[in-house]
């Protein structure tokens, strides 16, 4: 099982846009819940979006709500994390992780296989 970050974190100027992609080998994306997480620097981690191909729910944390947005290519196999209208109090190192169905709790909870994390950084 291989599971990555493929590509996206960098540093981008607040008010900008980034796309973070998740690809996986070795798991079928089908029968999970993908998420996003962030650790800023001195906090604890913050779960940010999932989406779950089986029944097509997603979820957004209140602080990125209506500015990010999560999709899956079926075809790829990957999960993307779309950031717009980004502010300084983004940058943080962002994780994707997968739940499988069966341990998957709303909404957040219940990761098994997480990825390597990317930088994102977001200047005033």
């Known amino acids: 099982l291989r599971f990555s970050c493929r590509r996206g974190g960098g540093l981008v100027q607040a008010g900008g846009s980034l796309r973070l992609s998740c690809a996986a080998s070795?798991?079928?994306?089908?029968?999970?819940?993908i998420c996003w997480f962030r650790q800023a620097p001195g906090k604890e981690r913050e779960g940010v979006s999932c989406?779950?191909?089986?029944?097509?729910?997603?979820y957004y944390s209140d602080s990125v709500k209506g500015r990010f947005t999560i999709s899956s290519d079926n075809a790829k196999n990957t999960v993307s994390l779309q950031m717009n209208s980004l502010k300084p109090e983004d940058t943080a190192v962002y994780y994707c992780?997968?739940?499988?169905?069966?341990?998957?709790?709303?909404?957040?909870?219940?990761?098994?296989?997480w990825g390597k994390g990317t930088l994102v950084t977001v200047s005033s």
């Open positions: 070795g798991l079928t994306f089908d029968d999970y819940a």
């Open positions: 992780a997968a739940a499988p169905k069966s341990d998957y709790v709303y909404p957040l909870y219940g990761m098994k296989y």
């Open positions: 989406i779950k191909r089986y029944d097509s729910r997603t």
